[in-house]
């Protein structure tokens, strides 16, 4: 099933006029001559919102009353009060769909699709970094972003870092939860993994066609079943979920503030003002200043972080020389 504000007209007509009369029983009579749609519509519609996870309560003579609301991450839900200029005001929600980052990177081609948003309720391929498998059952808080950005070739390197940083401000804001940035674009609390960022960039001739950003947080989920599937992954630290930490936090409210925050650290790398993004992903990096390894074609490297650079690559002292490296899994070792 796949929903957008515009294959769902009459439901979200019927869903906003409930939503706006929350206090009163509206009759399907009601309903129907006010948004001059058939009775059979507005059954149609009701049993559809139902569906969906609204409750409504009915009752006989009065008619429809919406209780609350649902936990899903409709399309109406994340644009209504969304305050960006273009970042998720187009939003596709499937129930269920192999990638969001592969349905994404289809439509990304399109102009019409920048700052478009696909959400899906579950993966069933999802796709992690470096080829890896990304564990996405319902609960979490899976989507891809489509941009086609402003900022220069030179920047994109910092996008997923500015990415990661800005998915970190949004769980302070929105969870009050402190959560820290493992190099390149994780996001941890306590040490384990709570989300985690994937970037495909479609280039052409030293120009950004598109770029998609892939962004799975684990939300709600069972952590004990995650570990176990991933126990096996190399460079594997262990997985925590958000809503643990804060239950009463809804996850729209979430998503919202992260497209605030991309969409004004985009505006940083549109004016190649990335001075502020290095220092706010120092400050909250639990990278710099640790003793970490990691494995690249070139053999192991093992040493103490000390910054990352200008565009986002990690800066790692071994034997008082600087090694500098642009991709990899870093782990943290105890000297
Ligand atoms: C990582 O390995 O840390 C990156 C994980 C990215 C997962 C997200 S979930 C939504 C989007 N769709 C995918 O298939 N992957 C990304």
């Not at 919406?66 to 200029?85: A, H, V």
């Not at 996001?187 to 001739?205: F, Q, R, W, Y």
């Not at 809503?243 to 940083?268: A, D, H, R, S, Y």
Request: with cysteine.
């Amino acid at each position: 099933m796949i929903y957008s504000s515009h294959n769902n007209l009459g439901v979200v007509k019927v869903l906003s006029f409930l939503k706006s009369h929350n206090t009163e029983y509206l009759s399907g009579q009601d309903l129907s001559d006010v948004l001059r749609i058939s009775r059979v519509a507005v059954w149609k519609h009701i049993k559809k919102i139902r569906e969906m996870g609204y409750k409504i309560e009915s009752k006989q003579k009065l008619g429809y009353r919406l209780e609350s609301n649902t936990d899903l991450l409709l399309p109406w839900e994340i644009t209504s009060g969304l305050k960006t200029k273009v970042f998720g005001k187009q939003v596709y929600y499937f129930e269920s769909i192999d990638s969001t980052q592969n349905q994404a990177m289809r439509m990304a081609s399109n102009p019409a699709n920048n700052g478009a948003l696909v959400i899906a309720e579950k993966q069933t391929n999802g796709k992690g970094r470096l080829g890896r498998k990304w564990i996405s059952p319902k609960g979490g808080i899976w989507f891809s972003i489509i941009l086609h950005p402003q900022f220069d070739i030179s920047v994109i390197t910092l996008f997923p870092i500015a990415s990661a940083l800005a998915l970190s401000n949004a769980i302070e804001k929105t969870l009050n939860i402190k959560s820290e940035l493992k190099w390149p674009n994780d996001i941890t609390v306590n040490g384990k993994k709570v989300a985690g960022m994937l970037v495909d960039a479609s280039l052409e001739s030293n120009k950004i066609e598109n770029i998609v950003l892939g962004v799975g947080i684990n939300f709600n989920v069972d952590v004990k079943q995650i570990e176990k599937m991933l126990k096996d992954t190399p460079n594997f630290y262990g997985v925590a979920s958000l809503g643990e930490q804060n239950k009463t936090i809804k996850p729209i409210l979430l998503v919202q503030t992260f497209l605030n925050e991309l969409e004004e650290i985009c505006t940083l790398l549109n004016s190649k003002d990335t001075k502020k993004i290095i220092k706010d992903w120092t400050v909250k990096s639990s990278t710099i200043g640790q003793n970490v390894e990691l494995n690249t074609k070139e053999g192991k490297i093992k040493g103490k972080a000390i910054k990352i650079d200008h565009d986002g690559a990690l800066i790692i002292s071994e034997n008082k020389k600087n090694v500098r490296v642009i991709e990899g899994d870093i782990t943290y070792i105890s000297k």
